[in-house]
């Protein structure tokens, strides 16, 4: 059987490592190097570009591997954040016991989304799911079932516990919030590289042809929609536990216009340009939160040029490389033994 190449893995395994590991080392340096109230404010905005990885990563599954425009994913974020909320300030469950039941509570309200709509291709997609995001909006804001606290949101939420362990400083909460975007790093690197992943980059590329080779689209289009959505729930327990104040502003339109350019920006389908986009958009917001005017006015020029100078996006996906050496010795006689060279060639 043709691989991918080994090397390409190695590379990408050991550049992931490398990269948490200076993350882990920054709260230290922080401190080392005499940041203000040790980093306290650095430290802030490093969580908040980790809950956004952690939220953008779960919809490149959808956007940049599947193909599908996807420009909802906020309202499976807040319904997260919400069910943790609800259930930690009115039951007074623990944060963590919360988070399987946030993602699955989005995971279901998704599904029973798609169901009507999978079908449906490019701007169509993308008009429902605004529509998504803007009905969602709305529903908080009204108090759904007395619960979500109308447009003042739900405040007092409890830190997370862990073994005794209470996540109450910014520190802690950089390693609890970078532990699981690490976590969500390995577990769509894995998804990117099994069977799974690459029917759903053939369903990307073209969804006719995928299906003439016996993949069910409809199916994998289903299952990637809902697995997106139960990781976004997740994100949002960690959103609702690092802030302890939600509302539904913090849910808006403008939130799913931002996650759809950090995809996009970073070079849809590939999991180190969600993590740069992530970076560049969420940080440069926080360092022209002076601006707050402009701001709207530079991201859309930027987007702008992007789109006329970089497309593809800053760290476009590689293409896969295929070893044939394997197959040496292999072919029936008469076939000569430099046809495997001949076979080497390159996938997107």
Same mark, same amino acid.
């Given at each position: 059987?043709?691989?991918?190449?080994?090397?390409?893995?190695?590379?990408?395994?050991?550049?992931?490592?490398?990269?948490?590991?200076?993350?882990?080392?920054?709260?230290?340096?922080?401190?080392?190097? +005499?940041?203000?109230?040790?980093?306290?404010? #650095?430290?802030?905005?490093?969580?908040?570009?980790?809950?956004?990885?952690?939220?953008?990563?779960?919809?490149?599954?959808?956007?940049? #591997?599947?193909?599908?425009?996807?420009? +909802?994913?906020?309202?499976?974020?807040?319904?997260?954040?919400?069910?943790?909320?609800?259930?930690?300030?009115?039951? #007074?469950?623990?944060?963590?016991?919360?988070?399987?039941?946030?993602?699955?509570?989005?995971?279901?309200?998704?599904?029973?989304?798609?169901?009507?709509?999978?079908?449906?291709?490019?701007?169509?997609?993308?008009?429902?799911?605004?529509?998504?995001?803007?009905?969602?909006?709305?529903?908080?804001?009204?108090?759904?079932?007395?619960?979500?606290?109308?447009?003042?949101?739900?405040?007092?939420?409890?830190?997370?516990?862990?073994? +005794?362990?209470?996540?109450?400083?910014?520190?802690?909460?950089?390693?609890?919030?970078?532990?699981?975007?690490?976590?969500?790093?390995?577990?769509?690197?894995?998804?990117?590289?099994? $069977?799974?992943?690459?029917?759903?980059?053939?369903?990307? &590329?073209? &969804?006719?042809?995928?299906?003439?080779?016996?993949?069910?689209?409809?199916?994998?289009?289903?299952?990637?929609?809902?697995?997106?959505?139960?990781?976004?729930?997740?994100?949002?327990?960690?959103?609702?536990?690092?802030?302890?104040?939600?509302?539904?502003?913090?849910?808006?339109?403008?939130?799913?216009?931002?996650?759809?350019?950090?995809?996009?920006?970073?070079?849809? +389908? $590939?999991?180190?340009?969600?993590?740069?986009?992530?970076?560049?958009?969420?940080?440069?917001? &926080?360092?022209? $939160?002076?601006?707050?005017?402009?701001?709207?006015?530079?991201?859309?020029?930027?987007?702008?040029?992007?789109?006329?100078?970089?497309? #593809?996006?800053?760290?476009?996906?590689?293409?896969?490389?295929?070893?044939?050496?394997?197959?040496?010795?292999?072919?029936?006689?008469?076939?000569?033994?430099?046809?495997?060279?001949?076979?080497?060639?390159? $996938?997107?």
């Amino acid at each position: 059987m043709i691989s991918d190449m080994p090397s390409n893995r190695n590379f990408s395994l050991s550049a992931g490592l490398l990269f948490f590991l200076i993350m882990a080392l920054i709260p230290t340096a922080l401190e080392l190097g +005499g940041a203000a109230r040790g980093g306290i404010a #650095q430290l802030d905005m490093l969580n908040k570009i980790g809950i956004y990885a952690m939220l953008a990563l779960s919809l490149n599954v959808i956007l940049g #591997q599947a193909g599908m425009f996807h420009m +909802g994913h906020t309202a499976f974020f807040a319904m997260g954040a919400y069910t943790t909320a609800i259930l930690n300030t009115v039951y #007074q469950w623990p944060i963590f016991a919360t988070m399987p039941v946030a993602g699955l509570f989005a995971a279901i309200f998704a599904f029973l989304l798609a169901l009507p709509i999978i079908h449906l291709r490019g701007d169509y997609l993308l008009v429902v799911t605004i529509g998504i995001v803007e009905i969602v909006g709305i529903s908080l804001k009204n108090n759904l079932f007395g619960l979500t606290g109308g447009a003042n949101g739900i405040y007092g939420i409890a830190r997370p516990e862990l073994l +005794g362990l209470v996540f109450s400083t910014p520190k802690l909460q950089f390693y609890l919030i970078w532990g699981f975007t690490a976590l969500t790093v390995l577990l769509f690197y894995l998804l990117e590289h099994s $069977r799974f992943g690459r029917a759903l980059n053939y369903i990307r &590329d073209d &969804d006719l042809a995928a299906s003439g080779c016996g993949i069910n689209v409809a199916r994998y289009k289903l299952i990637v929609f809902t697995l997106g959505a139960f990781w976004a729930g997740m994100a949002g327990t960690l959103f609702a536990a690092n802030i302890r104040t939600i509302e539904p502003t913090s849910f808006n339109f403008y939130e799913s216009v931002l996650l759809f350019a950090i995809v996009i920006l970073g070079g849809g +389908g $590939r999991i180190a340009g969600v993590l740069l986009g992530s970076f560049l958009l969420i940080g440069l917001q &926080d360092v022209f $939160r002076g601006f707050e005017s402009a701001r709207m006015l530079v991201f859309g020029a930027a987007m702008m040029l992007m789109m006329i100078f970089r497309p #593809q996006g800053l760290l476009p996906p590689r293409r896969r490389r295929y070893n044939a050496r394997p197959l040496v010795g292999r072919f029936p006689p008469g076939i000569p033994d430099s046809m495997p060279d001949l076979m080497k060639g390159e $996938r997107t």
